[in-house]
């Protein structure tokens, strides 16, 4: 998914490292069975769900809100790249 380094993904890994949480943790603490979501997270190869930032935020005692700003940035980022390929795309249509 990221074709460039993910400030999301950098972003959530210090967080994490800045808690002293290991992925495991984290993945626990929001319900999940592997820590497979948060390396994810963390490789840019997907985003965290909106429906968790709040308590991701708090679980890296961080805001909410410059969570929020960090990951709308990284979906604009995302959609530009998207939008750019198929326009490209359309023009060899």
Do not use: H
């Amino acid at each position: 998914m990221a074709t460039q380094e993910s400030k999301l993904a950098a972003f959530l890994k210090e967080c994490r490292l800045k808690s002293g949480l290991s992925q495991k943790e984290v993945s626990s603490v929001l319900g999940y069975e592997t820590a497979q979501f948060v390396s994810n997270w963390e490789r840019g190869v997907s985003s965290p769900p909106i429906s968790i930032l709040w308590k991701l935020a708090g679980l890296y005692k961080i805001s909410a809100q410059k969570l929020f700003d960090v990951v709308l940035e990284e979906e604009l980022r995302l959609t530009a790249i998207n939008l750019k390929t198929r326009f490209k795309q359309a023009k060899s249509s």
